[in-house]
Nanobody
Framework: QVQLVESGGGSVQAGGSLRLSCVVS????????MAWFRQPPGKERGAVAI???????SYADSVKGRFTISEDSAKNSLYLQMNSLKPEDTAMYYC????????????????????WGQGTQVTVSS
C-alpha cells in the first residue's frame, strides 16, 4: 500500500520561500506520475505541478517561474520548492501519486491520482 507523508508547510511572509517534502513508501513501480495539489480556503483543490517517470514536469500558470517540483528516488521523496510566495498561495498542499502509469498520460488532473497524503498547510501573509 502506497503511503504519502507531507511536511515543510508553515507560515511565511510574502516574497519568502518554503520547501515542501513528501516521503513515499510502498511505491513499487518506477513508472507513474507524482504531483502537488493545493486547496485554498473555501475553494476547490487544483493541481500545482506534476512530474512523470521521465522527469518531465508541468506547472499551473499561477506558479510557473516560482515553484519547482523535483524528486529524489534514492530518498523516496518528492519536493516542491516554492519561491516568491504570494498571499494567494495560501492553501493546504497535498502530495499525490499514481503507479503504473505511462509518462505520456500524466496530466494535471486530480482523477488520475489514487494515492494522497494528508496535506500540509502553507500560509503566506502580506
Amino acid at each position: 500500500q502506497v503511503q504519502l507523508v507531507e511536511s515543510g508547510g508553515g507560515s511565511v511572509q510574502a516574497g519568502g520561500s518554503l520547501r515542501l517534502s513528501c516521503v513515499v513508501s510502498g511505491y513499487t513501480d518506477s513508472s507513474g506520475c507524482m504531483a502537488w495539489f493545493r486547496q485554498p480556503p473555501g475553494k476547490e483543490r487544483g493541481a500545482v505541478a506534476i512530474i512523470d517517470s521521465t522527469g518531465g514536469t508541468s506547472y499551473a500558470d499561477s506558479v510557473k517561474g516560482r515553484f519547482t517540483i523535483s524528486e529524489d528516488s534514492a530518498k523516496n521523496s518528492l519536493y516542491l520548492q516554492m519561491n516568491s510566495l504570494k498571499p494567494e498561495d495560501t492553501a493546504m498542499y497535498y502530495c499525490a501519486a499514481r503507479q503504473y502509469y505511462a509518462a505520456a498520460l500524466c496530466r494535471m488532473v486530480e482523477g488520475i491520482f489514487d494515492n494522497w497524503g494528508q496535506g500540509t498547510q502553507v500560509t503566506v501573509s502580506s
